[in-house]
């Protein structure tokens, strides 16, 4: 009867209950943050740039009650490999050498592997912050908003935006199908096959059929999808409030602006 | 299926903006799934198929929208690796589906990639030129690791000399990166466009045959909308090919504050009558109208359909309301939603609703439009008895109140009750007598346990069927998802009860009750948070396949392309064993002409029947089925019922049936147990039936 430790998935698409001044920021904000935030780190990947992001990522945090039952569970091999990259990386060596008792260590390349590493998490986080405090409804409205000065270029960005919509309402649709079909594909007996190369063609007809099934079901909805936008009248307006920044808005923008420009000057002076 | 009809310059058509939202989705859930899983960085090949489906069927407009939201989503979700794979995919699908469509062979297929790798490799070296220094650190990150792994090998004798030739080449690789880069390109770009043509033939091979079940036609009318009163004369319509009318020759007049409903059996033609009122022409006879339909326009005419997750077009309830309308339009939202019984829902999110909320959501997007003519098309046959309730209370009196004409289409007679006047379209004696309409299922009052002596058991005994053996025992079986997250949401707790063999139990609950969790547990695919669920002694989990599951959506349990293919796939053995296969299919009652039969070419009925011809087949400890009745006509319903009792009685088949409805359940599962919140709330052992037990 003792409760079994379960992993925590990965949930997706869903924003953390409750609100907070993050969580109020319009989607727009949140998506040119981490627009802005990615270009910055990807020019200036450095140790200075890389503190400064993980900082404002922290505080962001911090602000919008994230807790740490969010995060799902890091699988061990996962930790495995990165235990064996820094490792490796050490027995790489490299300047900088760094004097222990009476050992030297080369930690070059150590450095080098833990600011990639660094480098990456920043980037997930960044995501995963706007996953977690974003309403999905709100996207395509403010992605829509945010296309506005590409339309004189003929750039069909109203389609677009509508497509997105719909496209985030039949995800969680297809997700559960797919839920079903790899449930129903674990309930069948496993056929003992002779040879690999047997396995290797039973393996590729048993992706056909699965990608068979779901494209039919994909397409079946696809076509309810479009009676019900047939009897609404086409298309047109996707959401019932309007979607565009608001004065905390400029305030976030000024910051990010703030903390990259301090970054990028940082890093050029050779700080980093 | 191609090209629907409408406009082929400018924007999207209803049609082909659906596709590609859920082509778009449908890529992004594998990109998605490939970067996210581990080791499933193959399936990112499989984004090529959604894409060049859509390459294939439609113009470059829609495949360019597709991208767009699927980069998006991946984006969200799965970061840069995510958005790029959709790009890579979009492109290479792209390409596919237009060489497909145009004729093209496999050649052009490998020239093209050539020339897409040469460009993608381009863009890559352009991408890291400029960005030198993540280019830099990439390039350290991995040259310390190199490093690391010789310096390990030059500490042992036989590698030493080989080390120093991996490190040097490496430094010299490294150097000439951007050709290293461009071979790269194009060699993943071929082979993924190769992976890519293989998959998509085989899948078009796959879907020529399946139907195609969209109904609504946009309409290119011109002129003032005004579709009351509507008068038919004798209006006939007959499918192109088909041998016989889908509608008889019907006439009727349609006025202003009206409640019609419209009743007929199954093939009376009750949906061919929806059609017409919204503005398809008859084969035969006049339909005269004082403007035009005006289908989901202001003033015109509205339509709510069966299914209630694809009316629902927006995320949030209070989007969906005006999800269409013209931009500009001001709607009350918050009223509206009070008119059909939703009020102050506006935040809520839509995947969350009930099948019954819902359908009344779609009423007030219907409502939206102010239309002089509400058509609503067996919106409660999707939905449980209580939804099934509001929705009506939603319309009775709706036509009075709102100045507009209510055409209520139904297989249900007294649902036609709260109308003013009734439509038959079954004249015919043989067609009542054939399938008949069903009455509403009525619901079973649920006795509270203690009050009808000897035919009650509490949740917790397993004192139900005499001398039996237990097949299935859950104790303090409870579910949290997402647990120790903040979504964590408990579907179910405490659960108790034990099936015996040869029992027939109904596990009953409205939306959100838990049963579809607690099925999911008993046929092992999930493993409960808190509790045991034990199949003969042994937990569940460990053993899939042990208990076998018919989900509600058949078509996905369908995994073969043909019925003896499939039959012997999930009973696992060969396909070439036709007396195997014959004798499964005859088990279920269905005949053996249907075994070389496409799976697609099926009914709905005829599905179910083969997806339980193949659990069955392995002897399973037990068979459960989630709403084996829903979707299924009235005859359907009958005869898979009769087989299920038939195989319960007279082959000791352990059955668990999982409902929203009791309808006609009784014989079959003498047991119900009622699921409400998670918990039990009572279980009844129906009197008088101790099926299949001696």
């Given amino acids: ?272 | 299926m191609t090209s629907m009809g409408g406009p082929r310059v400018g924007s999207l058509t209803p049609v082909e903006m659906a596709q590609a939202a859920v082509m778009g989705a449908l890529s992004a859930a594998l990109a998605i799934v490939s970067v996210v899983v581990p080791f499933a960085g193959g399936v990112s090949l499989l984004v090529t198929v959604p894409m060049g489906l859509l390459g294939y069927r439609y113009r470059l407009r829609v495949l360019l929208a597709a991208s767009f939201a699927a980069a998006t989503i991946a984006f969200l979700i799965a970061g840069i690796s995510g958005f790029m794979i959709v790009l890579n995919c979009a492109y290479v699908g792209g390409a596919t589906g237009i060489i497909k469509r145009r004729g093209g062979g496999t050649l052009t297929m490998i020239a093209v990639s050539v020339v897409a790798g040469i460009l993608n490799g381009l863009w890559i070296i352009a991408a890291l030129t400029v960005l030198a220094r993540l280019r830099t650190l990439t390039f350290e990150a991995m040259t310390a690791n190199v490093d690391g792994v010789i310096s390990v090998m030059s500490q042992f004798e036989p590698f030493r000399q080989s080390a120093a030739q991996t490190r040097a080449m490496f430094a010299t690789a490294l150097q000439y990166w951007p050709v290293l880069l461009m071979g790269y390109a194009i060699f993943t770009m071929m082979i993924v466009s190769l992976v890519g043509w293989w998959a998509l033939s085989r899948v078009l091979e796959r879907l020529r045959g399946i139907p195609d079940v969209h109904k609504l036609d946009a309409l290119t009318e011109m002129g003032p909308v005004a579709p009351l009163p509507v008068r038919l004369s004798e209006a006939r319509f007959r499918y192109p090919g088909a041998d016989h009318d889908a509608l008889r020759p019907v006439s009727l007049t349609i006025e202003t504050g009206e409640h019609v409903a419209v009743i007929g059996a199954n093939g009376s033609g009750k949906t061919t009558l929806m059609l017409l009122l919204c503005g398809r022409e008859p084969s035969s006879g006049r339909i005269d109208r004082p403007g035009t339909v005006g289908l989901g326009q202001l003033g015109g005419t509205a339509v709510v359909m069966q299914h209630p997750e694809s009316q629902v077009l927006g995320t949030r309830v209070a989007d969906d309301v005006v999800w269409g309308l013209p931009p500009g339009t001001h709607t009350d939202v918050g009223r509206l939603l009070g008119e059909v019984g939703l009020a102050g829902m506006e935040e809520r999110d839509t995947g969350g609703l009930s099948g019954g909320e819902l359908q009344r959501l779609a009423v007030a997007a219907a409502l939206a439009r102010q239309p002089s003519v509400l058509i609503a098309d067996e919106i409660t046959s999707m939905v449980d008895q209580r939804g099934r309730e509001g929705l009506l209370d939603v319309l009775s009196g709706l036509a009075d109140r709102r100045q507009m004409a209510l055409i209520h289409i139904t297989h249900y007679n007294n649902e036609a009750a709260i109308a003013d006047r009734t439509v038959n379209l079954s004249d015919s004696v043989d067609n009542m007598v054939m399938v008949g309409s069903a009455a509403v299922p009525a619901p079973t009052p649920i006795p509270t346990p203690g009050v009808t002596s000897n035919s009650t058991v509490t949740s917790n005994s397993a004192v139900t069927s005499n001398s039996a053996l237990p097949v299935l025992q859950l104790d303090g079986v409870g579910h949290v998802y997402g647990n120790d997250t903040p979504w964590a949401k408990t579907a179910l707790r405490d659960i108790s009860f034990t099936v015996n063999e040869g029992d027939g139990v109904l596990i009953h609950g409205g939306n959100g009750s838990g049963k579809s969790t607690l099925a999911w547990i008993m046929a092992g695919l999930t493993k409960p948070t808190t509790g045991s669920c034990l199949v003969r002694g042994r937990p569940a989990h460990e053993h899939v396949g042990d208990v076998a599951i018919a989900f509600q959506a058949a078509r996905l349990q369908l995994l073969r392309s043909r019925v003896d293919l499939e039959v012997a796939s999930a009973a696992g053995f060969s396909p070439w064993d036709t007396g195997r296969v014959m004798s499964a299919l005859a088990t279920v009652g269905l005949d053996g002409s249907l075994a070389r039969r496409r799976v697609d070419q099926l009914s709905g009925g005829q599905m179910r029947r083969v997806v339980m011809a193949g659990l069955l087949a392995r002897w399973p400890q037990a068979l459960i089925l989630d709403e084996p009745l829903a979707g299924l006509d009235a005859a359907s319903q009958r005869g898979l019922l009769h087989l299920l009792t038939d195989l319960r009685r007279n082959a000791g088949l352990t059955v668990v049936v999982i409902s929203h409805d009791f309808a006609g359940l009784e014989e079959l599962c003498p047991r119900i147990l009622h699921l409400e919140n998670g918990v039990v709330a009572s279980a009844v052992q129906a009197t008088g039936s101790a099926g299949g037990l001696p």
């Fill in chain 1, 1 to 272: 009867m003792s409760a079994a430790r379960q992993r925590r998935p990965v949930v997706l698409l869903r924003p953390v209950p409750g609100t907070s001044v993050i969580h109020e920021l319009w989607a727009g904000t949140k998506l040119i943050v981490v627009f802005v935030i990615s270009l910055v780190l990807a020019f200036y990947p450095g140790w200075i740039v890389i503190a400064l992001m993980a900082v404002l990522v922290g505080v962001a945090a911090r602000l919008a009650h994230i807790p740490r039952g969010a995060l799902p569970s890091i699988p061990r091999w996962l930790w495995i490999l990165l235990l064996i990259g820094c490792v490796l990386a050490t027995l790489g060596g490299g300047e900088p050498v760094l004097h222990l008792w009476s050992a030297d260590l080369e930690v070059g390349g150590l450095l080098k592997f833990l600011r990639f590493t660094a480098l990456s998490i920043v980037l997930l986080a960044l995501g995963a912050m706007v996953s977690w405090t974003t309403n999905v409804a709100d996207v395509a409205p403010a992605i829509a908003t945010l296309g506005r000065p590409l339309r004189p270029l003929r750039f069909p960005v109203e389609d677009w935006a509508v497509a997105l919509a719909l496209a985030l309402r039949a995800f969680p649709m297809l997700l559960e199908e797919f839920r079903l079909l790899y449930a129903a594909r674990r309930l069948r007996p496993r056929p003992v096959l002779p040879d690999g190369r047997a396995k290797r063609r039973r393996w590729l007809t048993e992706m056909v059929d699965l990608l068979a099934a779901g494209v039919t079901v994909a397409l079946r909805r696809a076509d309810e999808m479009g009676d019900a936008i047939t009897a609404r009248g086409g298309t047109g307006q996707i959401a019932a409030a309007p979607s565009r920044p608001r004065p905390a808005d400029w305030v976030a923008l000024s910051i990010c602006a703030g903390v990259c420009a301090l970054a990028i000057v940082l890093e050029i002076r050779g700080l980093g």
